[in-house]
């Protein structure tokens, strides 16, 4: 296995970039989207899960064919479909329209990050590829950190459909370089030539015989439905409790990000003095802190200092997982994270739906509260003893 890529990490990073930034730009948009198309915050919530869920879906497809006809071929032709689907998303005239783009535009970006994720997995050895995925990550999480930024600076100061537009047109520039790096490969040999059909979930079956993969899938589920669920609701949160700017609310946002950040350039150490069992708790910990002093710290500036320790927390415990992931099934590391990937996203997109239930219904608080429990379980469920995880 050696760890000089193709493709570099650069590359891959541009295009994660891109994907996850197209995914957080809506955090500090919901609240501006719901009043544009005169629909209650909960309502417009549907334009999360409608991206989410086909994202997590489609994982399932995406894995088994870049394992069989090529990695960078599947990134490439979803990087371009994602390109335009993001652009058309500036042209809606109603919430059912732009949910419809989401959908579809949710549904090739499954093909991006996943197997990015499982590209590293197969040119890095595993004593180097958390540190690596790390690198990589340090590029997605900063989509992160500015999707929300730029979110909140279209959102306050020009039109919430323009951020659309600019992340298709650079998003083809995107898939135009990485057409090119393919180029000049050599065609690659494929192991197998049978056609895509139910065959193709077959390994997906196979993997989940094995505890930890159970542990694992179920785990990130858990994580995306109560995390990035509740997650959503952040901005409309502060938008309504503290009437902040959305540019201040992207920026505050934004703090997950840098959280995650700080994980990214101090992951070596994090390793060396927690190890991956104590990643994952304290990660856990960090999160429950977050979510429940959101709910009972009513104090707007004390949001940014834990936005900053949730994306930490996150991070570490996410990593984890996902480093975990690209070691389940070595000769089939697509099929792999791809469904850790499916788990996350329909995770999140359910919990979304079911959050908005509750905003609706009951208010912000009680959201933070269940996620802020629900992570703190999480963290000392996955690092039980009979988990058998085989932490490092």
């Keep these: 296995m050696t760890n000089k890529t193709p493709v570099s990490l650069g590359l891959l990073g541009a295009a994660g970039f891109m994907v996850i930034a197209d995914i957080r730009v809506i955090d500090p948009l919901l609240h501006i989207i719901a009043d544009d198309f005169k629909v209650g915050v909960g309502s417009a919530a549907v334009i999360v899960s409608a991206y989410t869920i086909p994202y997590g879906l489609f994982q399932l497809v ?50 991006i990050i996943p197997i990015a994720l499982a590209y590293i997995g197969d040119n890095f050895a595993y004593e180097e590829r958390q540190t690596a995925i790390g690198r990589y990550l340090s590029a997605v999480i900063l989509g992160q950190v500015l999707g929300g930024s730029l979110g909140g600076i279209f959102g306050e100061y020009l039109r919430w459909r323009d951020i659309f537009l600019l992340f298709g047109v650079v ?54 439905f109560f995390v990035f669920g509740a997650f959503a609701y952040l901005g409309a949160f502060l938008k309504d409790k503290y009437n902040l700017s959305y540019l201040i609310i992207g920026f505050m946002l934004s703090g997950f990000g840098v959280g995650g950040l700080i994980y990214t350039v101090t992951v070596k150490w994090l390793i060396r003095k927690l190890g991956e069992r104590g990643l994952i708790a304290v990660g856990g910990w960090l999160l429950c802190t977050g979510y429940l002093s959101v709910a009972a710290f009513h104090n707007s500036m004390l949001f940014i200092l834990l936005s900053i320790l949730m994306g930490l927390g996150f991070y570490m415990m996410h990593s984890t997982l996902q480093t975990k992931a690209t070691e389940l099934t070595p000769e089939a590391r697509g099929t792999a994270v791809s469904l850790f990937a499916f788990s996350l996203f329909m995770g999140q997109g359910i919990g979304a739906a079911v959050f908005g239930r509750i905003v609706d219904n009951s208010g912000y608080i009680p959201c933070f509260i269940i996620a802020g429990v629900a992570s703190a379980l999480l963290s000392v469920w996955l690092v039980l003893p009979k988990q058998r995880m085989g932490f490092q």
């Design 62 to 111: 995406y894995g088994p064919l870049s394992d069989r006809i090529g990695k960078l071929k599947v990134m490439t032709a979803a990087m371009a479909a994602f390109a335009v689907g993001t652009a058309a998303c500036a042209f809606v005239p109603n919430i059912a329209i732009l949910a419809l783009l989401r959908f579809l535009t949710g549904m090739v970006a499954a093909g």
């Design 171 to 224: 998003s083809f520039i995107i898939a135009a370089l990485m057409w090119r790096v393919t180029q000049r490969l050599p065609k690659q040999q494929h192991r197998t030539s049978s056609p895509m059909g139910l065959a193709t979930f077959k390994p997906y079956y196979q993997l989940m015989q094995l505890a930890i993969a159970r542990t694992i899938i179920i785990g990130v589920f858990i994580e995306g």
